[in-house]
């Protein structure tokens, strides 16, 4: 039976950055995929999705190229296929280059699927391996709802959306979270006749209440239907093969048609049949329980990314990886920040965030002050002609600290980083508005908002 010291079960971003840090701290490393490697992100989610997202954002331009002076010849029309086709290579290139990096640190990919059967022995297809440490990184699948079965013709997961072989007439999306907004977004770029369908009272429902409000503009702007507060009770295929939508909202009970719908309702983690039961590894709120360095409660045996409580990310899955790994090989080091986890939404306008929402300090009733900065008043945006969305800061009004921020606009997704070092470092506002920014850029609206959060504003 083969021994190593670290076998790490699942190749996504928490499972391939977790055995390649181990590699690099000396340990003699397997990794088991059942699938491609790079796991559900690199081949089925984030890097082929905004592959997508950047032809309908290059099809937009053309479009819209005579607002710039450009004057362009000839039909412009987008190609789902070779879009596809693009998007596929993306993925297929990502996968690549993890596979070239688990090369690169002498690990072996053992293909297969992994189960438990005790706290340090793994099962591969009928061939048991035993390893010191045991890393399960499973990942997590898109949920399906009883009264909307998934059938990938017509009622799609996000894994169906991302290969259609023609543009339906018609969409209706279920959800909208990151994956619901950016399909949403992606096929109404295209043209196609979209419907988002939100039981919570705003999209993007993790979002600062502001940002949603903001999302649903532009939303509207692109005349996808947003129905918010609204439950779907039952989905049917018709004599036509359309789709019949039940939902229940504001207005009441009615029926919706489409050809398509996209279940965009979340994600749950892959923990069936992975052995956690024969190993010991306890269940709660159908996420494996561990402690601050993703500890299980079987020796031996640890968990990290969708799987645990906390942010489904991938950069958290990452983060978590790299925590984990370096508390077994005795490096102490810092949980994991959760408070500081930056989340972005690719659609047009970007959305990012990190820390808390303004609603969240209302309701916990801590003292706070906003510095808001539009990017109307930005040059940099004017002079792009996207001066949709603003940055919004959050400070504590006891120390200056910076509690949160949410930013909706342009290119806001590359601009994140910042608040997110400013708040897990407990950078101030007079920090902030005093690091001199680079004009014009858009990031100079991070300076502005702490400016405003100051009362020193130039430009407001």
């Not at 994956?179 to 043209?191: H, N, T």
Request: aromatic fraction near 6%; include cysteine.
């Amino acid at each position: 039976m083969d021994r190593y010291d670290i076998i790490v079960v699942g190749s996504g971003p928490g499972g391939y950055v977790a055995a390649i840090r181990a590699a690099q701290l000396g340990k003699k490393v397997a990794l088991v995929e059942k699938a491609e490697a790079g796991g559900v992100c690199l081949n089925w989610g984030c890097i082929p999705t905004k592959a997508l997202l950047k032809s309908a954002q290059l099809y937009q331009h053309c479009t819209s190229a005579e607002q710039y002076g450009i004057k362009v010849r000839g039909e412009i029309s987008p190609d789902l296929e070779q879009i596809v086709a693009r998007s596929r290579s993306v993925a297929e290139t990502m996968s690549k280059g993890v596979q070239f990096l688990l090369k690169k640190n002498k690990i072996e990919l053992i293909a297969g699927f992994g189960r438990l059967v005790a706290p340090h022995r793994l099962d591969v297809d009928g061939v048991e391996y035993e390893a010191d440490h045991i890393i399960l990184a499973t990942g997590a699948s898109p949920r399906e709802m009883p009264f909307m079965k998934i059938d990938g013709c017509h009622i799609l997961s996000s894994r169906h959306a991302l290969t259609l072989d023609r543009l339906p007439e018609s969409m209706i999306v279920v959800g909208s979270g990151a994956i619901g907004s950016e399909f949403a977004w992606f096929y109404a770029a295209l043209g196609v006749k979209v419907t988002i369908v939100e039981y919570l009272p705003h999209l993007m429902p993790l979002e600062d209440e502001e940002v949603s409000k903001t999302v649903e503009r532009a939303f509207r702007k692109m005349r996808v239907g947003v129905l918010v507060s609204t439950s779907v009770k039952e989905v049917r295929i018709n004599a036509e093969g359309r789709c019949e939508v039940d939902i229940e909202g504001k207005k009441g009970a009615e029926t919706l048609t489409s050809d398509v719908v996209l279940s965009a309702v979340g994600i749950k983690s892959n923990i069936e049949g992975i052995g956690l039961e024969d190993a010991g590894v306890e269940i709660e709120r159908g996420k494996v329980k561990v402690d601050a360095f993703y500890r299980t409660t079987a020796p031996g045996v640890y968990a990290i990314g969708d799987i645990v409580p906390g942010q489904a990310l991938a950069h958290a899955a990452s983060a978590e990886a790299i925590c984990c790994v370096e508390a077994i090989c005795g490096l102490d080091p810092s949980p994991v920040d959760y408070s500081s986890i930056p989340a972005c939404v690719f659609s047009s306008p970007e959305v990012a965030s990190v820390g808390v929402t303004e609603q969240k300090l209302q309701a916990d009733g801590i003292a706070y002050k906003v510095g808001r900065f539009p990017f109307t008043a930005s040059g940099k945006a004017t002079a792009a002609g996207d001066r949709e969305g603003f940055v919004k800061l959050l400070f504590s009004e006891e120390d200056d600290r910076l509690l949160g921020a949410h930013l909706i606009g342009n290119g806001v997704t590359e601009m994140i980083g910042e608040v997110a070092l400013a708040k897990k470092a407990g950078i101030k506002a007079h920090d902030i508005a005093r690091t001199i920014h680079a004009h014009p850029t858009m990031n100079e609206g991070i300076m502005e908002a702490a400016e405003v959060a100051l009362g020193v504003a130039i430009h407001l």
